[in-house]
């Protein structure tokens, strides 16, 4: 008696779904053309200059300012929409397009200064002042202290001051939150206090226990 001959075996095609970011990315470079045919492409190292502005180290990367200045016009939109948020600007946008008398104030306050010239998108400025809102309010809480460094940790008003800076809080919202709160607890002593005062007339009614 002979065997029967094993089945064969049974495959199945797993097809993983593609991630909406990869696809994205492909479906962009597949519809990117060349960069010779874009109009105003530039190299790389000509979009970091335009982005952080030129390197000491190295030779320019544009032969003058006016093609530099080109290069930026063709160019702004892309890099704005790829670095221009967030309270930030491209060092371009400084040198070409910044108000008259408003010069870089370097990384560390860049976001507070746009903000105090009225010069950030809605959505820039909404999201910034959630953002320093809740580190305001951060260093009131009681277990609040800011590490400046090994060893060094800083706690009450050198501690709250030090991290506004690091979160580089516009001054005017530091002073008028600062009203805020002195408002505030004003308001609660002066409501403590009336309740005192309330409970202690005679007359007042007073809760007794069982005779």
């Known amino acids: 008696m002979t065997k029967a ?3 064969p075996p049974i495959t199945v095609d797993v097809v993983m779904p593609e991630h909406p970011g ?25 979009e970091m200059d335009l982005w952080l502005g030129a390197a000491s180290h190295r030779p320019p990367v544009f032969a003058d300012d006016r093609l530099r200045r080109r290069a ?6 892309r890099l704005m929409l790829l670095v221009g948020g967030n309270g930030r600007r491209p060092q371009a946008w400084w040198c070409y397009e910044a108000p008259r008398g408003l010069r870089y104030p370097g990384h560390a306050r860049e976001q507070s200064v746009l903000f105090e010239a009225g010069l950030l998108t809605e959505v820039e400025r909404n999201e910034l002042l959630e953002f320093w809102r809740r580190e305001f309010d951060r260093t009131y809480s009681a277990s609040f202290f800011f590490c400046e460094g090994p060893g060094r940790i800083l706690q009450g008003e050198s501690g ?7 979160a580089d809080i516009p001054a005017s919202l530091i002073e008028a939150w600062t009203a ?4 505030s607890a004003a308001q609660i002593r002066a409501l403590e206090a009336e309740a005192s ?3 202690s007339e005679p007359g007042a009614f007073r809760a007794s226990g069982p005779a």
Do not use: D, M, T
Request: hydrophobic share 30%.
């Open 72 to 77: 930026w016009a063709q160019n702004r939109a």
């Open 180 to 183: 805020e709160r002195v408002r």
């Open 197 to 199: 005062g309330a409970g």
């Open 160 to 166: 709250r001051a030090a991290h506004f800076a690091w």
């Open 5 to 7: 001959p094993p089945p």
């Open 22 to 46: 990869r696809a994205y990315q492909r479906r962009r470079r597949r519809n990117r053309p060349p960069q010779h045919q874009r109009p105003g492409a530039i190299s790389g190292a000509q």
